[in-house]
């Protein structure tokens, strides 16, 4: 069974720093391009970055690039997301997501980890 | 960047009706889109792919058709675990973008 699970969110202040975990299990990691997804509070998803399997493809939406850093340690079996200069409209779910075979959709899904941007 | 209009925004139906979400696109994106289902404090739930592919282990009550930028999702006859938040997604263009979502409520 594919486990995805998120750790490390929390309050952080504005132009503060987070790493975000997601350790994976039940499925071969080093095969799989992962991505994060962002849910503000009573809002909809937002697509934040993506990873190819070798970790040598990453993307970024526009409103993340340049502060937000994804990255995989596939002996760890593990994604990141690395976030600098964080600002409130940050505040979110960020959940962590593995591709669907070939096609950038996302089949498994962790329970997430809520991210507060807030002095 | 291609915006995905939604459309309702709610849909309030009674078990066993039909429903038909809406997703629009802003430009032509053939048949690359994804339907999620989202319930409340659950992540989402892929449901249909590539516009008219069926997840696996999603009942055949849920089924996906159009191409180009309209597509819909039709739920044939609502059970009560169907009521929750609809996303589409494209996976056409970088970036990878969202619908604004409906819910789909008990009447």
């Known amino acids: 069974e594919v486990q995805l699970v998120e750790s490390g969110g929390g309050l952080v202040q504005p132009g503060g720093s987070l790493r975000l975990s997601c350790a994976a299990s039940g499925f071969t990691f080093s095969n799989s391009a992962m991505g994060w997804v962002r849910q503000a509070p009573g809002k909809g998803l937002m697509w934040v970055s993506a990873i190819s399997d070798s970790g040598g493809d990453t993307y970024y939406a526009d409103s993340v690039k340049g502060r937000f850093t994804i990255s995989r340690d596939t002996s760890e079996n593990t994604l990141f997301l690395h976030i600098n200069s964080l600002r409130a409209e940050d505040t979110a779910v960020y959940y962590c997501a593995k591709r669907y075979n070939s096609l950038w959709y996302f089949d498994s899904w962790g329970q997430g980890t809520l991210v507060t941007v807030s002095s | 960047e291609i915006v995905l209009t939604q459309s309702p925004a709610t849909l309030s139906l009674s078990p066993g009706e039909r429903a038909t979400l809406s997703c629009r696109a802003s430009q032509d994106i053939i048949g690359y889109l994804a339907w999620y289902q989202q319930k409340p404090a659950q992540p989402p739930r892929l449901l249909i792919y590539d516009a008219s592919n069926r997840a696996s282990g999603i009942p055949a009550r849920f089924s996906g058709s159009g191409s180009g930028t309209d597509f819909t999702l039709t739920i044939s006859s609502l059970e009560p675990e169907d009521f929750a938040v609809y996303y589409c997604?494209?996976?056409?263009?970088?970036?990878?973008?969202f619908g604004g979502g409906t819910r789909v409520e008990i009447k």
């Open positions: 997604q494209q996976r056409r263009y970088w970036p990878i973008t």
